[in-house]
């Protein structure tokens, strides 16, 4: 049985079907904008991102308020690769440094981007 499970994985690899974890590459370091003007409680910031290998993406957004408050968000559900998305950030009024890290199905993890935002 071990045999034959070892020759449905080497077949499944052979033929693109399916890639080990090993050969996934992370994905791109996401692109921030904002999505018109910061209001209070509702900033709207696009994202786009790319993996390399085709992968879907989940975001994560972890914002600083310059008094040193920390709103850290949840992991987004998976987009496709390449998609653009808005997504709304409920920050307070002032002075807010955002980071955005993307990760894909395989846990690997991109570089941050940062995005100052200035909340009226």
């Known amino acids: 049985m071990k045999s034959l499970i070892t020759i449905l994985?080497?077949?499944?690899?052979?033929?693109g079907c399916a890639k080990l974890p090993?050969?996934?590459?992370?994905?791109a370091v996401p692109e921030?904008?904002?999505?018109?003007?910061?209001q209070a409680n509702n900033v709207a910031i696009e994202v786009t991102v790319d993996d390399p290998d085709g992968d879907r993406i989940s975001l994560k957004f972890i914002a600083?308020?310059?008094?040193?408050?920390?709103q850290d968000f949840a992991w987004t559900s998976f987009?496709?690769?390449?998609?653009?998305?808005?997504?709304?950030?409920?920050?307070?009024t002032g002075q807010?440094?955002?980071t955005a890290r993307a990760k894909d199905e395989w846990e690997e993890e991109s570089k941050a981007r940062v995005l100052e935002v200035v909340v009226p």
């Open 9 to 15: 994985v080497l077949v499944s690899l052979m033929s």
């Open 64 to 70: 600083t308020h310059s008094t040193g408050v920390t």
């Open 96 to 98: 807010w440094t955002l």
């Open 32 to 38: 921030l904008s904002l999505s018109g003007p910061p």
């Open 22 to 27: 090993l050969d996934n590459g992370a994905p």
């Open 79 to 92: 987009l496709d690769s390449g998609e653009t998305e808005v997504f709304y950030l409920g920050l307070s």
